[in-house]
């Protein structure tokens, strides 16, 4: 009788989905606290808060009414035109409920767009340092990722100019992520009109924005593509609730977009999942138009955090960070201490860094490559001012040790 091997079914495409670096590093770093090692963990994008009460009670008041069945495939009409509106008020967005499309998370939303519209042989322009999530859903879609870079120096924001020049005859979308997720910039006013003008010069090219962080900026404003002149055609809006309203684990986020394109969102969510969960919807609906003030105090919080954060970090020699003008992450460049050592060790790469961090000195964090960017680490700070006190400690003196 022959031996049966499931592995021998794998297709190409179940390896294409590997998040890589920072699911291998929250996990090695849980399996070392189960083993009883003291490690703090700076892995996770995920809020350290609850979601508001209020939040959680409409929830509830919801299952409790019956809202516990299918939604309709879009999301239901309630929430679609709360979110019409809040595009409107808050970001100048003009999205009808007919152009928005509910999904399981925004990376599921993401997942909707570039399924719709990215095929084989389609380039895609996506702007490094960026979430690793995009990279992954291009391939899956058979597009191809076209990977340009920006450093600390230009405060990881591509130039228009250089954009200009990677934009060939194939080139379908550029991926926007502002407030970005792992540098925390934030793109200016001006800096995203440079990038409108050149998707406007091109008839057969989209961006598609990824505003989730937008609650969460300390520093400069909130500034959404899709609101400049002549770019509402040109835009794919995606947002969600996981990290501005902490609601990761209820799994809610939606892409606006134009209507033959929302209408082929609609299409991906049905074929792959069905309507997102009918009670968060409703939940979703009481964050979007209930008191803000959760939203706030955790803002407050993580701003408090980025200088406590950015105070330690400026005093480790060979780490090089700028501002942290949003979000909840940090990402120095540390290549200026690749090829150091400690002892027999040898400090080749983030990689190496990394797992030197978390197996001597208890320091979970995640290596640039997975962004990347492979001369710097992200390190979340969506943690408790004692983790992140403990997290700098250790990370200077395992710095110390290198020669
Ligand atoms: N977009 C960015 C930039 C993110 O960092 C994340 C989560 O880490 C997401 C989207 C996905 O969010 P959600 O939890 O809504 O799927």
């Known amino acids: ?26 996990q090695r770093a849980r399996a070392l606290r189960a083993a009883g090692m003291d490690v703090v963990s700076m892995t ?27 939604s309709p495939v879009m999301g239901i009409p309630e929430l679609r035109a709360a979110l019409s509106r809040k595009l409107k008020a808050e970001n100048g967005l003009d999205y009808g409920p007919d152009d928005i499309c509910l999904a399981n998370g925004a990376k599921q939303a993401i997942a909707n767009a570039i399924l ?14 960026f979430w690793v999530s995009y990279e992954i859903t ?40 502002s407030p970005s997720n792992p540098t925390g910039a934030v793109w200016t006013r001006a800096e995203l009109a440079a990038l409108a003008d ?22 400069g404003a909130m500034t959404s593509i899709g609101a400049l002149p002549g770019m509402g055609e040109r835009t794919i809006t995606v947002n969600g609730f996981s990290k501005g309203f ?61 200088d406590q954060v950015l105070a330690g970090l400026k005093a480790l020699p060979g780490v090089r960070i700028g501002n942290i003008p949003a979000t909840f992450y940090a990402f120095p460049d540390v290549s200026a201490l690749l090829g150091r050592r400690a002892g027999n060790h040898v400090i080749d790469s983030t990689e190496t860094l990394c797992d030197w961090l978390l197996d001597e000195h208890g320091l979970a964090t ?26 700098l400690s250790r990370l200077r003196a395992a710095l110390a040790r290198l020669s």
């Open 246 to 306: 902490a609601m990761t684990g209820w799994r809610l986020g939606y892409a606006a977009a134009p209507a033959p394109i929302a209408r082929a969102m609609a299409r991906m969510q049905s074929a792959i999942s069905a309507g997102a969960n009918q009670f968060v919807q409703r939940a979703a609906i009481a964050a979007l138009e209930g008191p803000r003030d959760a939203v706030e105090i955790m803002r407050q919080a993580y701003l408090r955090r980025r």
């Open 198 to 219: 050149l998707v406007k010069a091109h008839p057969q090219l989209m961006v598609m924005s990824d505003e989730i962080y937008e609650y969460i900026i300390f520093d």
């Open 1 to 26: 009788m022959t031996t049966f091997d499931a592995a021998c079914l794998l297709v190409s495409r179940s390896q294409t989905a590997d998040e890589g670096p920072i699911i291998r590093m929250s």
């Open 366 to 391: 995640v290596p640039g490559s997975a962004f990347g960017a492979p001369g710097s680490l992200r390190l979340s700070f969506a943690c408790s001012e004692t983790e992140i006190d403990k997290a």
């Open 44 to 70: 996770l994008g995920e809020p350290d808060f609850d979601t508001p009460a209020t939040i959680q009670a409409a929830a509830t008041a919801a299952m409790q009414s019956g809202f516990t069945h299918y």
């Open 116 to 129: 719709s519209i990215i095929g084989p042989g389609d380039e895609v322009i996506m702007l490094a340092p």
């Open 138 to 177: 291009v391939r899956f879609a058979g597009g191809t990722p076209i990977v340009l870079h920006a450093g600390i120096e230009e405060d990881y924001k591509v130039p228009a100019q250089r954009i200009a020049q990677a934009i060939t005859p194939r080139t379908k979308l550029i991926i926007v992520n």
